[in-house]
C-alpha cells in the first residue's frame, strides 16, 4: 500500500511583502527629508586654509544684499545694523572676554560693513572669529 503524502511544501518565495516595506521605508525617509528645513544662508565665504579651535556662541551672518541675521538658539533671526550691539549686549553682557561670535559674511560684501561688525565687538571686548570656506 503506497501511502501519498498530500501536505506538499511550497518552495517558492513570494518578494511582494519586501518590496512594499522597501517602498515605505523610500516614501519615509523622502518626506522627513523634506520637513527639515535648514536655518541656513547660502553665503559664498572668502577661502582660507587656516581653521581656529574655538568654539563660538552665536553667529551673525551677512548676506550679498547687505541683510543681517544673528543666530539665536539655533534660529536665524533677521536684524536691521542698529539692533545687532543692543542684541549681543543683553543676550551676552559686555567686557566679557570669554565669549566668541562667528561672523559669516559673503565675499561680495565690502569690508566696510565686516569692520563695523568687529567694532562692535571690539568695544563689547567680543572675539570675532570671521568664518572661511576651505581653499
Known amino acids: 500500500m503506497a501511502l501519498k503524502k498530500r501536505n506538499k511544501v511550497n518552495a517558492s518565495f513570494s ?3 519586501m518590496t512594499d516595506i522597501v517602498f515605505l521605508l523610500l516614501i519615509f525617509f523622502m518626506v522627513t527629508s523634506t520637513l ?4 541656513a544662508l547660502k553665503l559664498l565665504l572668502p577661502q582660507s586654509n587656516n581653521q581656529t579651535a574655538a568654539k563660538p556662541i552665536t553667529t551673525i551672518s551677512i548676506t550679498s544684499d547687505l ?3 544673528i543666530n539665536d538658539d539655533n534660529k536665524l533671526q533677521s536684524v536691521k545694523f542698529g539692533e545687532i550691539e543692543p542684541f549681543l549686549t543683553n543676550k551676552f553682557g559686555s567686557g566679557n572676554d570669554d565669549i566668541f561670535i562667528s561672523l559669516h559674511a559673503d565675499q561680495s560684501v565690502p569690508v566696510n560693513e565686516v569692520v563695523k561688525i568687529m567694532n562692535i565687538a571690539r568695544r563689547n ?3 570675532m572669529i570671521l568664518a572661511t570656506s576651505a581653499e
Open 125 to 127: 571686548k567680543y572675539k
Open 67 to 69: 541683510k543681517y541675521y
Open 36 to 39: 527639515i528645513a535648514p536655518n
Open 15 to 17: 518578494m511582494s511583502s
